[in-house]
């Protein structure tokens, strides 16, 4: 199934973690979903768009941004998925749970927090 994201949608959703970014704190899947009101099948458009900025992310060299959004959950962490993801893109190695995903996600949090990211283009008016 392809899932598609809105131009308006896809600059909120960079909006929404450039400013948990300069803020320097984590924002839940929830949290996004409620700020962007994605259309259904909202989850599954969030985890395409959170995919493809990972693989700009890591197509540019930086860090991962989509590492800012995590679960509601006692974990802190992004979902099992992600983890899947920064493993198809060469970023991690390892079980998506556990101590070895939690000190990964930390130091990608930490790389996030310090690297200033390019200002997207803005469209001609």
Do not use: N
């Amino acid at each position: 199934m392809s899932v598609r994201i809105s131009r308006q949608h896809w600059e909120g959703l960079i909006a929404e973690l450039d400013l948990a970014r300069r803020q320097r704190h984590l924002v839940t899947y929830r949290a996004l979903l409620e700020r962007l009101q994605l259309p259904s099948p909202a989850m599954q458009t969030l985890t395409a768009a959170l995919e493809h900025l990972a693989a700009l992310d890591a197509r540019a060299e930086q860090p991962l941004r989509s590492s800012l959004v995590i679960s509601q959950g006692a974990s802190r962490l992004p979902r099992t998925g992600f983890f899947e993801c920064a493993e198809r893109l060469g970023r991690f190695s390892g079980p998506s749970d556990g101590v070895a995903a939690a000190s990964w996600h930390a130091a990608e949090v930490v790389r996030v927090f310090e690297f200033v990211y390019p200002e997207p283009a803005k469209p001609e008016p």
